[in-house]
Each structure stands twice: as C-alpha cells, then as structure tokens.
C-alpha cells in the first residue's frame, strides 16, 4: 500500500505565495509520475500540475507561469510552489501519484484560501 502525506497548505492573500509538499512512503516499487489535482466547490477535479520521472512536466494553462512543481526522487516527495495566487485557486489540493502499473493513489487534500 502508499500513503501520500500532503503539507503546506493555508490562508494567504491574493499575490501571495505558498508552497504544497506531498511525501510518498509504503510499497512503492516504481512512480511514473507525481503530480497535484485541485477541486474547488462545485466544480471537478481538475490537473494542476504532474512530473514524471525523467523530470518531465505538465501545467494547467491556468497556472503556467505562477505555479512550479518540483520532485525529489530520493525521497519519493513532490513540491508545488505557487505564486502570484489568485482567489480562483481557493480550493482542496490533492497529491496523485501514478505508478509504472497505472495504478492511482491520492492523498486526503490540503486546503488552499486565498482571500482577495
């Protein structure tokens, strides 16, 4: 079994910043990919954005060029650094890891608030 630990999340003004962190640990034998979703009431859940192991990445067009994910294979962990937020990023963040089976594991979720 996995267990994704998520941290980071909070309250923080528009224009401000805040960085997740998702810390994988358990029967990981080989993670194609880590990545973070978000669902904010009422609407689906959406990619914020993922990583794979080569370092390959991919962001939502919504936050191309405010939000950097990040990841440190040696310690299965996965970063998203987030800046110049706006209230439209209020919502749950949640940590997906895809393993080279295709198989899917989520974290609980991580508040984010940003107040305007």
């Known amino acids: 079994q996995v267990q994704l630990v998520e941290s980071g999340g909070g309250l923080v003004q528009a224009g401000g910043s805040l960085r997740l962190s998702c810390a994988a640990s358990?029967?990981?034998?080989?993670?194609?990919?880590m990545g973070w979703y978000r669902q904010a009431p009422g609407k689906q859940r959406e990619l914020v954005a993922d990583?794979?192991?080569?370092?390959?990445?991919n962001y939502a067009d919504s936050v191309k060029g405010r939000f950097t994910i990040s990841r440190d294979n040696a310690k299965n962990t996965v970063y998203l650094q987030m800046n110049s937020l706006k209230p439209e990023d209020t919502a749950v963040y949640y940590c997906?890891?895809?393993?080279?089976?295709?198989?899917?594991?989520w974290g609980q979720g991580t508040q984010v608030t940003v107040s305007s």
């Open positions: 990583i794979t192991s080569d370092g390959s990445t």
């Open positions: 997906n890891l895809l393993t080279t089976g295709w198989r899917n594991y």
């Open positions: 358990g029967s990981i034998f080989s993670i194609n990919a």
